[in-house]
C-alpha cells in the first residue's frame, strides 16, 4: 500500500471545477494586482483568525518580515523566538538587522517555552529606562515571536503575560496554524500585536504557489502594513518610508477563496485521522518506542498541519517506512541555534538540549484530510514492525 506524506490532487480534483472558475474569472478581469478577490480573503481570514484587519502579503516569510519592519524592529534590536522552527521564523529577524535570541522549548507542544523565556529575563536581562536590555549585548529585547508549531498554540496567557510585563512587542509566527484556537477558544493570531499566516502549498489553506497574510486588530498597524507591502508608497510614487513588494496575487487570493470554506471540515477530518493514529498506537503498544505527543488541551482545536512523533531510532525508522511506500519527513533535523548562518550568536551544543532532542527524534507521519483509514493503520503496522524486527 501507498501513503504519501501528503497528496494535493485529491483536493484539486475535489474542487476543480470552482478552482478553475476562480482562475478563469481573474484572467477575464486583467486585473492581477490587489483586486476584489484580495480584498475579500482579507476579510475573511481576518474574521477566522480573531483580528478586526488583514493585509495579504506574497508569503509567509514575507508575513514575517514586514511585520518586524512595521514594528521598527532592526539593528540593536533583539527578538525571542524559537530555536525549533522553519528557518524563516529567525531569519527575517536576522534580515532586518536584529538579533534572534533562542530560548528552548515545551517538550509536550515543541512550542516556546514560558519558563525558559522568563529564565532567560531573569538570568541575561535587566529592566531599565522602560526597556528590557539585554546584559551580554546590550541590545534593546523589544519583541516575543513565538510559533504555534505544526497546528498547535503556544502558551499565549504565559507568553502575553511576560510581554506586558516587559513591554514587549509580540509577533505570532501562525504558518502552520490557520484556524486553530487554544483551550481558552481564543484562535491563532488574535493574542499578539501582528499574527502571520502562510499559504505555501503545503499548509492546510494553500495557495497554487506563494502567499501569505498578516492580521492585527490595531487599525494603525494595518494601515502601516498596507503602506509596507507596496515600496511604502502613499500616495503612489510619494514614499515616507522604504517598505518593499510584498503584494499577494489576485490569483492566489481567488484560489485561497474557494479553498477558505472547506478549511474546517479538512481540518475536522485531520483530527479524525490524528485520533485514529493515537489510537492505533496505543493498541500496538508502541509508546516509549513510537510516541506520538500528548494530545492537544481540552476544548483546543489542534489543526494537525503535521502529526509528529517521537523515536529514538527515527533515521533507521524512516529508512523502512520508505521501503514500505510510505513518506515521512523530519521538520527539523537541526535546530536553529546550531545552522551555520547562526554561528556569530555563539551558541553550542547543549544549549537548547529540548530542541535539540526533537531535532533528533521526531518525524512526521502522513496527515492530509484525504487519507483512508486503512492507510493509516497500514502506517501504524509497519512501525510496530518494524520494532518488532529490531527489539
Not at 73 to 89: E, K, L, N, R
Not at 96 to 101: E, M
Not at 130 to 146: E, Q
Not at 372 to 382: A, F, G, K, M, P
Request: proline share 6%; with cysteine.
Amino acid at each position: 500500500m501507498k501513503v504519501p506524506l501528503l497528496d494535493l490532487k485529491p483536493q484539486y480534483l475535489a474542487l476543480k471545477k470552482d478552482l478553475d472558475a476562480a482562475v478563469l474569472a481573474v484572467c477575464e478581469s486583467q486585473q492581477f494586482i490587489l483586486g476584489p478577490a484580495v480584498k475579500s480573503l482579507e476579510a475573511d481570514v481576518a474574521k477566522l483568525s480573531g483580528c478586526a484587519h488583514g493585509v495579504g502579503v506574497s508569503s509567509g516569510t514575507d508575513a514575517l518580515l514586514i511585520a518586524l519592519m512595521v514594528l521598527d524592529i532592526g539593528p540593536g534590536d533583539t527578538v525571542i523566538t524559537s530555536p525549533y522552527t522553519f528557518f524563516a521564523t529567525a531569519g527575517t529577524i536576522a534580515r532586518v538587522g536584529a538579533r534572534p535570541v533562542f530560548c528552548d522549548i515545551d517538550p509536550a507542544t515543541f512550542n516556546l517555552c514560558p519558563k525558559a523565556v522568563q529564565a532567560f529575563i531573569d538570568r541575561d536581562c535587566e529592566y531599565r529606562n522602560g526597556a528590557l536590555i539585554d546584559r551580554r549585548t546590550g541590545g534593546h529585547v523589544k519583541a516575543l515571536m513565538p510559533v504555534h508549531l505544526y497546528g498547535q498554540l503556544a502558551d499565549m496567557p504565559a507568553l502575553m503575560k511576560i510581554a506586558q510585563k516587559y513591554g514587549l512587542r509580540v509577533i505570532e509566527d501562525a504558518a502552520q496554524a490557520i484556524g486553530a484556537t487554544d483551550e481558552h477558544g481564543k484562535p491563532a493570531c488574535s493574542y499578539g500585536d501582528i499574527g502571520c499566516l502562510s499559504f505555501f502549498p503545503t499548509k492546510n489553506l494553500g495557495a497554487f504557489g506563494d502567499a501569505g497574510m498578516c492580521v492585527t486588530n490595531d487599525a494603525a498597524l494595518a494601515d502601516r502594513l498596507d503602506i509596507f507591502r507596496v515600496h511604502g508608497s502613499r500616495p503612489k510614487y510619494y514614499h515616507a518610508v522604504v517598505g518593499g513588494n510584498f503584494r499577494i496575487d489576485e490569483l492566489q487570493a481567488a484560489i485561497l477563496n474557494v479553498k477558505l470554506p472547506h478549511l474546517e471540515s479538512w481540518g475536522a477530518a485531520r483530527r479524525r485521522n490524528a485520533e485514529i493514529y493515537y489510537s492505533a498506537f496505543e493498541r500496538a503498544s508502541l509508546v516509549g518506542r513510537a510516541t506520538p505527543p500528548p494530545p492537544a488541551a481540552a476544548g483546543a482545536k489542534h489543526i494537525y498541519n503535521q502529526f509528529i512523533i517521537r523515536s529514538q531510532r527515527r533515521d533507521e525508522l524512516r529508512q523502512f517506512l520508505a521501503t514500505q511506500d510510505i513518506g515521512t519527513e523530519i521538520y527539523y533535523p537541526l535546530p536553529l541555534h546550531e545552522q551555520e548562518c547562526f554561528r556569530y550568536l555563539g551558541h553550542a551544543p547543549g544549549d537548547f538540549p529540548e530542541a535539540e532532542r526533537a531535532a533528533r527524534e521526531t518525524l512526521a507521519l502522513p496527515i492530509f484530510p484525504e487519507l483512508v483509514e486503512s492507510q493509516l493503520r497500514y502506517v501504524v503496522e509497519r512501525i510496530a514492525q518494524f520494532h518488532g524486527q529490531r527489539s
